[in-house]
């Protein structure tokens, strides 16, 4: 899994964090909690607030959804 795979990831965040309110959650918790999910495997310096922020209304559609 890669920082692209925006949809896989919020997912996982989701099956992984229930419960946990996703704009609630700071960016750096959210680098944190992606590069720690199982199949990540891309740099973690390729990451930036545009994509975490992609990740974070990914996640909260899953949660809405």
Same mark, same amino acid.
């Given at each position: %899994? @890669? *920082?692209?795979?925006?949809?896989?990831?919020?997912?996982?965040?989701?099956?992984? #964090?229930?419960? $946990?309110?996703?704009? =609630? $959650?700071? &960016?750096?918790?959210? #680098?944190? *909690? $992606?590069?720690?999910?199982?199949? &990540?495997?891309?740099?973690? !310096?390729?990451?930036?607030? @545009?994509?975490? !922020?992609?990740? =974070? %209304?990914? *996640?909260?559609?899953? $949660? !809405?959804?």
């Amino acid at each position: %899994m @890669k *920082w692209r795979d925006i949809r896989e990831i919020a997912i996982e965040l989701s099956e992984r #964090h229930a419960g $946990v309110a996703p704009l =609630q $959650v700071r &960016f750096t918790d959210l #680098h944190r *909690w $992606v590069c720690e999910l199982p199949g &990540f495997d891309d740099d973690p !310096e390729r990451s930036s607030e @545009k994509v975490l !922020e992609a990740i =974070q %209304m990914a *996640w909260l559609d899953e $949660v !809405e959804g």
